[in-house]
């Protein structure tokens, strides 16, 4: 697809695709915050519960300590390790797996966008990559990045340029049209063809 010289894709859209509105792409993002706040919230509720429930209810000692080491109980280490390791890949699987996956975060499907390529192709596993490490960045100088979208003419933020990524508005479009007029008889001779082979 051709763009004009200031970078800007004629009628607002990607192959054929509508970019996404403002409005949308503000409510991705609070979705994704909530989602995202109260999944960490939940596994470090998870860490807790597991040493409240380990040292407390169940009697269980916090380790045995020897001379030098102390040595933590299986029934504390074992769900606080879990948690731990949820609040550790939390931050992989929903900013790159899952847009990696499904072009997009959880925030940006439930509101129907998605984030493709030029050509309106989902965004591989590297561009998801580029994208959530550019959104650290976007976010660290104080949003700068993410605001960048009000004034860019593809509304845009820096993860979004850092990625080649344009966020449009999730069409449904049929993985195959098949625009062909049935024809009955000429499927009744393709069965019997394949059939006497």
């Not at 970078?7 to 509508?18: E, H, R, V």
């Not at 990524?165 to 049935?182: A, G, H, Q, S």
Request: with cysteine; proline share 6%.
């Amino acid at each position: 697809m051709s763009t004009p010289n200031d970078g800007t894709i004629p009628g607002k859209q990607i192959a054929g695709l509508p970019l996404a509105p403002l409005e949308k792409r503000i409510k991705a993002a609070l979705w994704d915050l909530l989602f995202f706040v109260f999944g960490l919230a939940a596994a470090a509720m998870l860490a807790v519960t597991a040493v409240i429930t380990g040292v407390l209810i169940l009697g269980v000692s916090v380790g045995e300590v020897t001379e030098d080491t102390v040595y933590p109980d299986a029934a504390i280490i074992v769900p606080f390790g879990l948690a731990i390791l949820i609040i550790a890949l939390a931050p992989y699987i929903y900013f790159i797996q899952v847009p990696a996956e499904y072009s997009g975060t959880a925030g940006m499907r439930l509101v129907g966008v998605r984030a493709v390529t030029i050509d309106g192709e989902q965004m591989n596993w590297r561009q998801a990559a580029t994208r959530a490490l550019a959104m650290l960045v976007s976010i660290a100088a104080l949003c700068a990045g993410a605001l960048w979208m009000f004034r860019e003419p593809n509304r845009r933020t820096w993860h979004d340029l850092a990625a080649g990524t344009f966020v449009i508005e999730d069409v449904y479009i049929p993985r195959r049209l098949n625009l062909d007029p049935w024809d009955p008889i000429e499927e009744e001779e393709e069965l019997s063809s394949s059939g006497s082979s």
